[in-house]
C-alpha cells in the first residue's frame, strides 16, 4: 500500500485548505484512514480518523468542528478539510492508512501500517 500525500500550503490565518491523501495498492474499503501532523519541535499528533466499516469519523479536540474528514473510496482519496485555520495547526500533515485499525485505536499511531510521506501546511497569523 502507498499513500500519497497533498495539498499543503502558505495561508493566512482564517483561511482554508483541502489536504488530500491517494492511496494505492490495495483494496481501499478495508482500511481505516487517518490524519497526523507534526509541528516544529513537536512530536506527532492525531488530527482525525475514519474507520474502515462505516465511515464513522473521529477528531482530536483541537480541530473539532473546524476539520473534516471525508474518503472518496470508488477513487481510493481521502480528504482532510481544514477550514478557519489558525497558526498553531501548522504542521506537517501525514495521511495513515491501515486494515487492523478498530473503532478503540483510530487515534492511535502504531496501529496504522501505511504512511504518506508528509505535506507541509504553514498558516500565518
Known amino acids: 500500500v502507498q499513500l500519497q500525500a497533498s495539498g499543503g500550503g502558505l495561508v493566512q490565518a482564517g483561511e482554508s485548505l483541502r489536504l488530500s491523501c491517494a492511496v494505492s495498492?490495495?483494496?481501499?474499503?478495508?482500511?481505516?484512514v487517518g490524519w497526523f501532523r507534526q509541528a516544529p519541535g513537536m512530536e506527532r499528533e492525531f488530527v482525525a480518523a475514519?474507520?474502515?466499516?462505516?465511515?464513522?469519523?473521529v477528531y482530536a479536540d483541537t480541530v473539532k468542528g473546524r476539520f473534516t474528514i471525508y474518503r472518496e473510496n470508488a477513487r481510493n482519496i481521502v480528504y482532510l478539510q481544514m477550514n478557519s485555520l489558525r497558526p498553531e495547526d501548522t504542521a506537517v500533515y501525514y495521511c495513515?492508512?491501515?486494515?487492523?485499525?478498530?473503532?478503540?485505536?483510530?487515534?492511535?499511531?502504531?496501529?496504522?501500517?501505511?504512511w504518506g510521506q508528509g505535506t507541509l501546511v504553514t498558516v500565518s497569523s
Open positions: 475514519s474507520n474502515r466499516n462505516n465511515g464513522g469519523s
Open positions: 495498492g490495495r483494496t481501499f474499503r478495508g482500511h481505516a
Open positions: 495513515a492508512a491501515g486494515p487492523s485499525v478498530t473503532q478503540s485505536n483510530l487515534r492511535s499511531q502504531s496501529a496504522y501500517a501505511y
